[in-house]
Each structure stands twice: as structure tokens, then as C-alpha cells.
């Protein structure tokens, strides 16, 4: 069967979601193509493949095929980056994505910062996470509103962990004056912030208002992970005021809800942060909240 068929059947396959058989005919398809470009393309879309099917000693022997027809081709670093991702330690991570930023494929650098901001927040350097962030929004193409504006809530989260909250509320400020670029779902995520960094203010009382906000937008929406965030942040405020019934609440409220539209999943999402709620008061304040939330909830 010719190279051609084969991507042929590969495209097809993955259109059908039958990654397995893509990744067949991407390799086989690599043995006969007619140039060096092809093999690595094909060898390329192959492996990120097998890493989705999370066969990842294959995966990373087609990227050494790849590394092997050209090495150092722009276009292989990245998939290599990927790869690194689902196997590697932070520092190798980090290593592989610096190789994508500064040497891959133009079209693949903005993201390639972006995922070295992500793993610097992972190692706590929340510094070097705005700066990574920053970079990216700079070289982000400006008529891409949405990723811009993702690009900069990254870097105001980045900013308030840093410490720099006049810094972080100069990038929400912008975020909110630039016009809307898609369903608004951002929106709840900047309100979220907003709470946060009033928070870091000792401003608890705006900071529940921005996350109530929050909620309620992501309510709108069905955006699980912002309400999954907001109702955390209301909880936690609720908490810091020693408001231990309504912090409660907040989480039955936030578990039943998520539990409605996810199932058990849903609840499962609530669960960890109950737990640890109820093992910071211990067993016998827990049960003191437990009474009193019963009480409220039989008397409303």
C-alpha cells in the first residue's frame, strides 16, 4: 500500500477516534514516504498518537526514529517536550519545552513559554512564572484575543503569587476593559482572581463578594472548575472569619451541586477538600459545626 493511502487511512482513523489504527498507518506510512520531511511528519503525528494512547515506549522510539532521520528538526522538539511531559521529572520537562522555545517551530514558542510558566508554578518559582507568562503574551499574534486573554489571567495568577498584587491587578484591570472574544467563560475565572488578590489585600469581605460573583458566573456556564475553585475560596474566607457553618454549607452545597451534574465524579471532586476541612477542626468541633449545620438546614 502507497505512503499516500496510508495517511490516507491514518486520517480517516483518527477522525473515526480508532487512535490505535492511525498510529499503524502514520508508521507504516513512514517507511515509504519519498522525503525526509514526510518520515518526520508521519513519525511526528504517530507518536503523539501513542502518547495519547499512553504507549509511551513506542512513542518515544518513533521520536528517535524522527530525532534520527533530522536531527535537531524543529518540528520533532516539540512532540519530544510532550513525551517529557507524561514521563520525565520538572527539571527534564523543563529542559525539553526551553528546547521548543527557543529552537522549535515559531507557530509552537508561545505555547512552549506558556508551558514553561505552568511548570515553574509547579516548582513554586512563581517569579520566573510571570516572566515565562509575560513572554509568552508578547509573542503571543495579537489577533488572537482569547489566547491573549488567558495568557494574561496566567500571568496575573503568576503576579499575586509573586507578591506583586499591583502588578496582577494592572492585568485584570486590562482583561476586563478588552472587549469579550467568546461565551464570557473567562470571566468567572477573572472575578475568581479578583477574589483571591483581595484576598492577599486582607480585604475578606470584597474578596467573598468577587468569589459569590465567581460562582454565580460559573453557575451560569456550567464551568465546573471555576465553581469547583469559587465555592473553595468562599469556604476558605468563610473559614478565616470563623464562620464554620457557612464554610460547611459551602461544601455540601458545592458537592451535591457538582454531584447532580457529574454523578459520582462530581462528588468525588468535594470530597478531599471536606475531609480536610474536618480534620483541621478535629472530631469533636466538626461535630459541634455538624449539629449546627443540621439545625439550619432543618429550620430554613
Do not use: K
Not at 515559531?106 to 512563581?126: C, F, M, S, T
Not at 482572581?193 to 456550567?222: I, Y
Request: net charge negative; glycine share 8%; with cysteine.
Amino acid at each position: 500500500m502507497t505512503a499516500e493511502r496510508l495517511l490516507v487511512q491514518a486520517v480517516e482513523a483518527t477522525n473515526a477516534g480508532d487512535y490505535a489504527r492511525a498510529a499503524d498507518c502514520f508508521e507504516r506510512a513512514a517507511d515509504q514516504t519519498a522525503t525526509p520531511d514526510d518520515t518526520i511528519a508521519a513519525l511526528e503525528s504517530a507518536a503523539r498518537l501513542r502518547i495519547m494512547l499512553r504507549d509511551v515506549d513506542r512513542a518515544a522510539g518513533l521520536v528517535a526514529r524522527a530525532e534520527a532521520v533530522a536531527p535537531g528538526a524543529p518540528r520533532v522538539l516539540r512532540v519530544r517536550a510532550e513525551l517529557a511531559d507524561g514521563t520525565a521529572e520538572p527539571a527534564a520537562r523543563t529542559a525539553a519545552w526551553q528546547a521548543v522555545a527557543e529552537r522549535g517551530l515559531p507557530e509552537h514558542r508561545v505555547h512552549a513559554l506558556a508551558q514553561l510558566g505552568h511548570l515553574a508554578r509547579q516548582l513554586g518559582d512563581h517569579a520566573a512564572a510571570a516572566a515565562r507568562f509575560a513572554a509568552a503574551l508578547e509573542r503571543a499574534a495579537p489577533a488572537d484575543a482569547l489566547l491573549a486573554g488567558e495568557l494574561r489571567l496566567e500571568l496575573a495568577i503568576a503576579l499575586t503569587a509573586a507578591g506583586d498584587l499591583d502588578g496582577a491587578a494592572a492585568q485584570l484591570d486590562t482583561l476586563e476593559d478588552a472587549p469579550p472574544v467568546d461565551d464570557g467563560s473567562i470571566a468567572g475565572r477573572v472575578l475568581g482572581q479578583r477574589g483571591v488578590l483581595a484576598m492577599a489585600r486582607g480585604d475578606h469581605a470584597g474578596a467573598l463578594g468577587f468569589a459569590e460573583r465567581a460562582r454565580a458566573s460559573a453557575v451560569e456556564r456550567n464551568d465546573v472548575m471555576t465553581y469547583l475553585a469559587a465555592s473553595t475560596l468562599i469556604a476558605g474566607l468563610h473559614e478565616a472569619g470563623d464562620r464554620l457553618v457557612d464554610a460547611y454549607d459551602t461544601y455540601v452545597r458545592a458537592r451535591e451541586s457538582l454531584a447532580a451534574l457529574l454523578g459520582e465524579p462530581g462528588r468525588g471532586m468535594v470530597a478531599p477538600a471536606i475531609q480536610l476541612f474536618e480534620e483541621r477542626l478535629g472530631p469533636e468541633r466538626f461535630q459541634e459545626v455538624w449539629n449546627a449545620w443540621v439545625s439550619r438546614r432543618r429550620g430554613s
